[in-house]
């Protein structure tokens, strides 16, 4: 899921719930570092190089996808 997503000025600010627990991370240009992988899977690279999936988009709770929708 998605707690909170903010936006400044092409930078935007993640905080997530992972497989791995709570992780919070940057994306610069998320037009440029989301990738649609198909089947409503969205890979998102933060300005570390680290990879974070969401495998089924259309099963996010509502909040989340607002969130993510706003971003991407």
Sequence with gaps: SVSAIRDEYGTSYWEVQTNRGQREFVVQNVS????????????IID??????????????????????????
Excluded: M
């Design 32 to 43: 440029e570092n989301a990738q649609w992988l198909g089947d409503h899977r969205l890979l």
């Design 47 to 72: 300005v570390d190089g680290n990879r974070f999936e969401i495998p089924r988009l259309d099963e996010l709770d509502k909040k989340s996808l607002g969130l993510v929708e706003q971003v991407v």
